[in-house]
């Protein structure tokens, strides 16, 4: 019978060496999503039920196409980042390495379709 310690036990295991730029990614797009989410329902909001050419004209406009592309971008990029802490947490082995491959390949091509949409009704 071993009588370890908590400290024994944990020697040698090493730290993930990312935990706090992970951290302060996850405050610094919470915080950028606080404030692009009520712009983006405001913009999206006042031109939801307009027709077609409605839409087209007033996507074209600056503003309502960049808070759009940043809600997309800023949104698909906290996304990645939530869901590979969850998939490290219940996720082990090589499972672990081929989820988290595949969750980042899917939010980037996700967030590369939107901002290819936005710009192509804006351009």
């Known amino acids: 019978m071993a009588f370890l310690t908590d400290r024994k036990r ?7 060496k990312t935990g706090t730029e992970h951290h302060w990614q996850m405050m610094v797009t919470s915080v950028a999503l606080l404030i692009l989410t009520p712009l983006f329902i405001f913009t999206f909001g006042s031109i939801l039920g307009a027709s077609y050419e409605e839409v087209i004209a007033y996507y074209q406009r600056p ?5 759009a592309i940043l809600t997309m971008l800023v949104g698909f990029f906290h996304y990645r980042l939530g869901v590979q ?14 989820a988290i491959i595949g969750m980042i390949c899917l939010s ?6 939107a901002i ?7 351009l």
């Open 108 to 113: 980037y091509a996700a967030a590369a379709f």
């Open 85 to 98: 802490t969850l998939i490290e947490d219940y996720v082990h082995g090589f499972a672990r390495k081929a």
């Open 10 to 16: 944990a020697s040698g295991m090493g730290s993930a």
């Open 116 to 122: 290819f949409a936005i710009v192509r009704i804006a």
């Open 63 to 67: 503003f309502p196409a960049v808070v």
